[in-house]
């Protein structure tokens, strides 16, 4: 078992669709993370969860909606999105004390 | 507030050449520094991480990093790279006291046989 699965890898939706990625960690972390990866651009956060409690959103659209149900699983719920956000979306965790982040293998959402 | 810059956004290099991705970052207080990699189609993998101690970090696969808190720099190294090294790096800060890790641009590194 890996440290950090994420699930779907791939994902294509409408741009009516509702779907929702997920992320679980097995590494006994205390803090969660979702990333946008888009192609030519840095890494962006888009949110941070510490002791299930989210601690920041980045001006995030509400058509990402986060969900952090306890210190080991993480969701993001996808509705009425847009080409644009076609992108790598990468779930990451950490022991806020190391500092060191882990990832997921991300998922490859394509919005049609 | 923290910044990262990574100089070159390409870096073609031919198998067992020599390789250096530089990095410099932007601080007022004391950071840690990390470098992760991207192979096609993966998640972000640890190389290697500065933290305190001596200034020359060894990683994975054959790769070092030097922080030089005068330059403020955190260049990666590696004396003969692999086909197999192709990939993104990224370089990475964080202050010493929390706070979110700040991401560079990215370096493509082609090795080219």
């Known amino acids: 078992e890996t440290g950090v699965t994420q699930t779907p890898r791939h994902l294509v939706m409408g741009m009516t669709n509702k779907k929702s990625l997920k992320c679980e960690q097995h590494l006994g972390h205390n803090a969660m993370y979702w990333y946008k990866q888009s192609a030519k651009k840095p890494l962006e956060l888009m949110f941070v969860?510490?002791?299930?409690?989210?601690?920041e959103n980045n001006s995030v659209p509400s058509r990402f909606s986060p969900e952090c149900p306890n210190s080991s699983h993480l969701f993001l719920h996808l509705h009425t999105l847009q080409p644009e956000d076609s992108a790598l979306y990468l779930c990451a965790s950490s022991l806020e004390e190391a500092g060191e982040l882990f990832f997921g293998e991300g998922s490859r959402l394509t919005v049609l | 507030a923290q910044s990262v810059t990574q100089l070159d956004s390409q870096v073609p290099v031919f198998e067992e050449a020599p390789v250096e991705l530089r990095c410099n970052y932007s601080s007022s207080v004391s950071v840690y520094l990390f470098w992760y990699v991207q192979y096609p189609n993966q998640g972000l993998q640890l190389l290697l991480k500065?933290?305190?101690?001596?200034?020359l970090v060894k990683g994975i696969n054959g790769f070092e990093a030097e922080f030089n808190k005068s330059q403020t720099s955190f260049h990666l190294r590696k004396p003969s790279v692999h086909i197999s090294d192709t990939a993104e790096y990224f370089c990475a800060v964080r202050r010493n006291q929390g706070g979110k890790l700040i991401f560079g641009q990215g370096t493509e590194l082609s090795v080219k046989p």
């Open positions: 500065y933290l305190s101690g001596s200034t």
């Open positions: 969860y510490s002791l299930e409690e989210r601690v």
